[in-house]
């Protein structure tokens, strides 16, 4: 079963249909005993990172997530990505969940903020599964960005700056777009996440 972490940010139906749709059973919710149940741990989010992390502590699931995260394959999408790393700095600074290391900055680029529409995948070296996405189209909406060393990335965007788009440390993954408004391309891309993590 895959545990979707309900904390009120997060746009939960429609992630929660994707992976439906791909066959797998799922559920909503932020109880702890539930989450530990689960195979995997999906962390969606839309809005404000320091917000988000006000939610999760609110929820006393902070500490969970860490743990949970330690042993079983972790997804986070869009904010729900940006929850990952160290600490993010919009609207104050904010303690993430520090399952990857880096920080989470506001985009550095002569484009219009936030950042909306359909942009190109760059695939790095060395991450064969997801060769198949190289160049194909994805949905972003945010403005903040992820700061990780080279190691971490599994593809990056281009908005007038490099932008990662994946990431990945061990079974933790991390996805800048929206996979769930991405067609066939975000539906692929979470089976890419699923059989990485049987």
Not at 12 to 41: M, P, R
Not at 99 to 114: A, D, S
Not at 174 to 191: D, N
Request: charged share 20%; aromatic share 10%; hydrophobic share 40%.
């Amino acid at each position: 079963m895959i545990a979707i972490v309900d904390y009120g940010m997060g746009n939960v139906a429609s992630v929660k249909n994707a992976f439906q749709n791909l066959g797998y059973e799922v559920t909503i919710t932020d109880s702890v005993a539930e989450l530990e149940k689960a195979s995997h741990i999906i962390l969606p989010g839309v809005g404000s990172f320091k917000a988000a992390v006000q939610e999760i502590e609110d929820r006393q699931l902070k500490e969970p997530l860490r743990q949970l995260a330690k042993d079983k394959p972790f997804l986070g999408i869009c904010l729900g990505m940006q929850l990952l790393f160290d600490r993010g700095y919009e609207n104050g600074i904010a303690e993430g969940l520090g399952l990857i290391p880096g920080e989470v900055n506001r985009i550095e680029t002569k484009y219009i903020l936030p950042h909306i529409g359909w942009n190109q995948l760059q695939i790095k070296m060395g991450h064969d599964p997801f060769t198949p996405f190289q160049d194909k189209h994805v949905y972003f909406v945010h403005s903040y960005q992820a700061r990780t060393e080279q190691d971490y990335l599994v593809a990056t965007t281009d908005y007038g700056t490099t932008i990662p788009a994946i990431v990945r440390s061990g079974h933790v993954f991390g996805i800048q777009f929206h996979p769930e408004k991405s067609g066939e391309v975000g539906v692929g891309l979470l089976k890419v996440f699923m059989e990485e993590t049987k």
